[in-house]
């Protein structure tokens, strides 16, 4: 006689992640798209524990992560724990993320104001590593307007700036960007100010009399001090 008996047993859960290492410039979304857990149907449930060395944060779902690194040179870590749907032993898999250091784009100018027209000179720009691309744009800020060609390299001549007002100040915003051969950049900006150009000008009462004569003069300038 032949007894026969089929026994099942449950395979442990499996937490399998498309990959173990990304990098990328800040902001980067990590989500769905660029990490993932593989999916088993012996799977239950799909939990992420992701930790940023100060903070932790928990989500859940096979494809529902998604988590902002906002900084550069920021390293997260991220767990995918996956328990299994027939109460077998829960597995781990842990990945790393992390956001490149941001080239400096810290620059000043010799002078950030002076009398119509003006010609601001760059100097101090911090970020002289080779292999860098600098790009610098002159915007006018009453237009919003750029004057003249976006330029290039660490050092470029600018372009003069104007006022053509008497008596208010113009004002341009100078933007320096710098872009590293990872494609992270950064920008800095400095305005500058042109003052106005004083109007020397007067009124007489009359350009020719009898002697005795005493003209009278009228201040007629415009934008002066004093």
Do not use: E, M, R
């Amino acid at each position: 006689n032949t007894f026969s008996a089929t026994v099942t047993v449950y395979p442990d859960a499996i937490a399998q992640l498309n990959t173990n290492s990304l990098s990328a410039c800040a902001p980067f979304t990590i989500n769905g798209t660029n990490l993932f857990a593989t999916t088993y149907p012996t799977n239950d449930t799909y939990t992420w524990t992701i930790t940023d060395g100060t903070n932790t944060t928990t989500q859940t779902g096979a494809t529902g992560l998604n988590y902002i690194i906002s900084n550069s040179n920021t390293t997260v870590t991220i767990t995918l724990t996956v328990t299994s749907a027939n109460g077998c032993n829960t597995n781990t898999a842990t990945a790393t993320v992390t956001t490149y250091d941001d080239p400096d784009p810290s620059w000043t100018l010799q002078s950030s104001a002076d009398c119509n027209p003006f010609t601001p000179v760059i100097s101090n720009v911090t970020a002289t590593t080779t292999g860098l691309t600098h790009t610098w744009t002159v915007v006018d800020d009453a237009t919003g307007t750029q004057v003249g060609s976006t330029l290039s390299g660490l050092n470029p001549t600018l372009p003069q700036l104007t006022n053509t007002s008497n008596t208010t100040n113009a004002t341009y915003t100078i933007t320096h960007t710098v872009s590293d051969q990872n494609g992270c950049s950064d920008s800095q900006s400095i305005t500058v100010t042109v003052y106005p150009t004083p109007l020397a000008d007067f009124n007489i009462t009359s350009s020719a009399a009898c002697a005795p004569w005493t003209p009278t003069i009228t201040d007629a300038s415009i934008g002066k001090t004093g």
